[in-house]
């Protein structure tokens, strides 16, 4: 079994910063990707930012030029530094982690990320 630890959110005022980070433990296997996605009530889970095994990386054109995903998917670790932070990416942040075998889903238990004055 594999599970996912994140940690770093918190409460922030609109235009500040926070990193979050996400570390896999157990029953380890490599990963295509890591990543985060995030869920506002009332709305479905999207994604915020994905880094492949190789380096590539994508975002969310919402969080484009703010967001910087980082970490080692070889290393089954990642970071979201989240900069200029806006009430609309008050969510719970979710780290997740798709295995090379199999394609498995992993997800973290989700941290919360809140913006607001």
């Known amino acids: 079994q594999v599970q996912l630890a994140e940690s770093g959110g918190g409460l922030v005022q609109p235009g500040g910063s926070l990193t979050l980070s996400c570390a896999a433990s157990?029953?380890?296997?490599?990963?295509?990707?890591m990543g985060w996605y995030r869920q506002a009530p009332g709305k479905q889970r999207e994604l915020v930012a994905r880094?492949?095994?190789?380096?590539?990386?994508n975002y969310a054109d919402s969080v484009k030029g703010r967001f910087t995903i980082s970490g080692d998917v070889a290393k089954n670790t990642v970071n979201l530094q989240m900069n200029s932070l806006k009430p609309e990416d008050t969510a719970v942040y979710y780290c997740?982690?798709?295995?090379?075998?199999?394609?498995?889903?992993?997800w973290g238990q989700g941290t919360q990320v809140s913006v607001s004055s």
């Open positions: 157990g029953s380890i296997t490599s990963f295509v990707f």
């Open positions: 880094s492949f095994r190789g380096g590539t990386t």
């Open positions: 997740n982690a798709r295995s090379t075998w199999l394609s498995n889903d992993y």
